[in-house]
């Protein structure tokens, strides 16, 4: 690595030039402040809600009006007394 403003030799570890105090620009750094777009996944078009929306059925409140049901109309069905 080579000063840029005397040409001497510098460690690539320094940031500045020990001859002439030119102060070397990083290369990490130019590297950062080159535009480096993060990849960024573009957001998924958004699945279209299923326009069928049923509302959720109890099945308990079925199976309350299938038991209320049973037990209304099985003593008719099912003879208690022989
Ligand atoms: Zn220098």
New binding site residues.
Partial sequence: MT??????N?SPDGTS??????EIPKPSASKKSAKVVPFRPRKKARRPVPSKKRPPTPTFFWWFIAILAAAIVLPYIVPMHP
């Fill in positions: 000063c840029e403003h005397c040409g001497s510098i030039c020990p001859q002439c105090g030119f």
